[in-house]
Structure formats: C-alpha cells, structure tokens
C-alpha cells in the first residue's frame, strides 16, 4: 500500500512536470503561428510526445487509484483506528508500572464519547467492521441514547444556557412600506443551568492482567467502558436531577396528548407516530424514538397474513428505525414506555473532562493477593433546549399490534 501511494505521488509529479512543458510549448507555438502561420515539424513531434505521454501517465494513475481503492475495500488501507482500550496499554504509564512495587498510574485518554463514536482524532470505534471484498456493511453495535445527541465540551462544574419557553411565529407576506410595519415574532427564553454529573465504576482483575495486553484492553474496551456507556445512558434518559444525579430526557419531557388525530384501532405504531407529530407541532422535527426491548421485539414480531415479518428482517442487518427515525432499544427504559424526541437539535450532551483510567496495586489488600484496581470515569451534563421537543408517554389502552398486516 504504502508503494502504491509513493507510485501516485510520482505519476503526479510527471503530470504537472509534463503540464508545464505543454505549457512552454503552447506558448512557442503561438509564437511560431505568429511568425510563419505554421508549426515547425520540431514543435510538432515534441508536442505529440509530450501528450502521448500525458496520456500513458494518466492511464498509469488511474490504475493505480484503482488498485488502492481495491486493496482499501478489502480492509488493507488506512491505519486502524484505536478504541480506548488500545490507546491505554500503549501509554507509557501503563507499560512502564511495576506491579511487583506499590503504586497507582492514571492515563488520561480524551473524550469517552469520541472514543464511541470513532470520530477523527479520537480513541475510535469499539467495533471495527470486518470488510468483505465486495460487501460494505456498517459494525453491528448496539445504539445508545448519547449516541443520538450532539455533543460539545465544557469547562466548568455547570453549564448555563438558555432554555426556549415558548415560540409565537407571525412571519407573513407583506407589500411595500407596510403601514403596520411587518410582522414580528416571539421567541420566550429563560435562563437556567444544568449540572455537571461524574459517572465511575472500577474492577478488580489479577495483576496478571497488566502483562497481557490484549486482556487488559478487552478489560477495558468490554466491561468497563460498556458499563460506563449503560449508566451513563440510565442518567441521560431518567437522570432525577436530584443530588448528582443528570436531569435527564423523561424527566424534562412533556406528555403525550393527542392534538385531534382521529384513529381507529390504534396501537403502539400510531401511538408513537402522533407523538412524533406533537413534536412537530412544536416547531421541531423528531428524529429518534426510546423503548423498552419488550415493546420494540412486539413492534417487529408484527406479520402479515402469510407470516411475513412486517418492521424485521432476521436475516439482514437493518437497523432499528420507525418511519426513518432511528430506535434505541434500552432496558433503561421502562416497559410500556416511550421517548420520542427531536435528539439533535432539542437538546445537547456536555463532556465535562478527559476520560480518566487509574490502574492501582494499592487499593485494600491487592497487593498481597496479586490483584489490580481498574477504575473509568467521565464527567458528563445534558442541557434541553426546548422540552417540547420530547414527548413522553404510554402505551396504555393500544390494541395489539396486528397480526395480519391491517
């Protein structure tokens, strides 16, 4: 791969080099037709060598691209991307700690969230997708609640922001020199503040651990992080804000009501598309959906009458998603409850700090028993913008989900 890229760099270098000789002699051409109103055979042989071998050169780099593209599809191309877990075993306070001597290290490795979200720059996706020649498939991982928000960065302890309490919108069309003047509109605001919450967890492994990389960063990438990742979504989505705690999505959400849609037979389908559409009426479009894992698997048992499987595909690999929308399927939810929101534009998720990893041999008795202390944590807020923009309900009184397609 890396002959190709060094190949690509001198084809070019020959074009450019090749262009600027075409160049020279476009412009001795058009002094010559000046001169004698033709071109000397001199002129003319070089010209025709020159894009001859432009042509050979072009030719030359397109199979090379070609070929980089081929070897990149197959998973050959581009340097790997590192989850977090790699990024702590390679540092130097990790590599360099005696677990024969009493000590502890920290590592500091950047943003928890960058490290989900694989991102440039970033600790890198926790599931790297294993290419097929001919076949591109996204990593098959479980969507989180964080993983449907923006996310920015923080420097203090509180995030202050300005929360939309209400929108009278008076646009309108208007002809020259209104004599009322033209419309205005209505934008309420308040000021309020949201809490920065540290989010932790740690294990004990043997110290044999730290001598095995690939262990310790699957330690690290797999219980831990994963772990993390499971609270962290429990706080976004019904954080009380009481204490430390988050004021989380369902806490801040309005409820459902439906505005006068009528329905006839309604079930859980409709029940979420009209709270879809309660969003909307509050000028923001909804763009993911919260369930339980009891009412999602319901929604995609639903069959036709010839048993074909409705919202599932059990031997694809589509995506939980409504009407476009993408489903978070978490046990953090209750059963029998919904969230559905506009995720990215009613609401923000706030990295407080670096992601921190401690590996200590001091902590209670390890060290004579040989055991380790792996500690993560992360310091997280969450501001919303607009409750309106979430809707939080029930699917109390729906009838079953069909079973016939009808």
Do not use: C
Request: zero cysteines.
């Amino acid at each position: 791969m890396a002959q190709i890229d060094e190949d690509i760099k001198q084809i070019n270098a020959s074009l450019a080099k090749v262009g600027d000789q075409l160049k020279a002699h476009a412009e001795q051409t058009d002094k010559e037709v000046k001169a004698s109103a033709k071109l000397s055979e001199e002129t003319k042989a070089s010209v025709d060598k020159l894009l001859t071998e432009q042509g050979e050169l072009r030719a030359n780099l397109k199979a090379a691209e070609q070929l980089l593209a081929k070897l990149e599809g197959q998973g050959g191309g581009g340097a790997a991307v590192k989850s977090l877990g790699q990024m702590v075993v390679e540092n130097e306070a990790i590599t360099g700690f005696n677990p024969t001597l009493k000590g502890a290290v920290a590592v500091t490795v950047g943003s928890i969230h960058a490290a989900i979200t694989g991102t440039t720059g970033s600790a890198g996706d926790l599931v790297q997708p294993h290419r097929v020649p001919g076949v591109v498939a996204p990593p098959q991982q479980r969507l989180f609640i964080r993983d449907l928000l923006n996310w920015g960065t923080v420097a203090s302890g509180e995030v202050e922001y300005v929360r939309e309490t209400g929108f009278s919108n008076n646009a309108d069309v208007v002809g020259e020199n209104p004599a009322a003047g033209k419309p205005q509109s209505d934008i309420t605001f308040e000021l309020d503040s949201s809490k920065i919450a540290t989010i932790a967890h740690w294990i004990r492994a043997s110290k044999q651990v730290l001598a095995d990389v690939p262990m310790l960063q699957s330690y690290i990438d797999g219980r831990l992080l994963y772990g993390l990742k499971l609270k962290d979504e429990a706080q976004i989505l019904k954080g009380s804000g009481v204490g430390a705690n988050l004021l989380g999505l369902m806490t801040q959400a309005v409820l459902y009501g439906n505005p006068g849609v009528v329905v006839q037979n309604e079930t859980m389908l409709d029940r979420l598309r009209i709270a879809m559409l309660q969003a909307e009426l509050a000028e923001y479009t909804a763009d993911g959906i919260v369930l339980n894992p009891i009412d999602w698997t319901q929604i995609e048992l639903t069959k036709t009458s010839d048993n074909a499987y409705l919202f599932a595909t059990p031997r694809g690999l589509a995506a939980p998603g409504l009407w476009g929308r993408p489903v978070v399927s978490t046990k953090a939810q209750d059963a029998n409850d919904f969230l559905v929101g506009a995720f990215q534009l009613g609401a923000q998720g706030w990295d407080r700090e670096s992601a921190s990893i401690a590996v200590s041999n001091s902590d209670g008795d390890n060290f004579t028993k040989n055991m380790v202390t792996i500690l993560v944590e992360e310091r997280v807020g969450l501001t919303v913008f607009r409750p309106e923009a979430f809707v939080k309900g029930n699917f109390d009184g729906v009838n079953p989900l069909p079973q016939n397609g009808g």
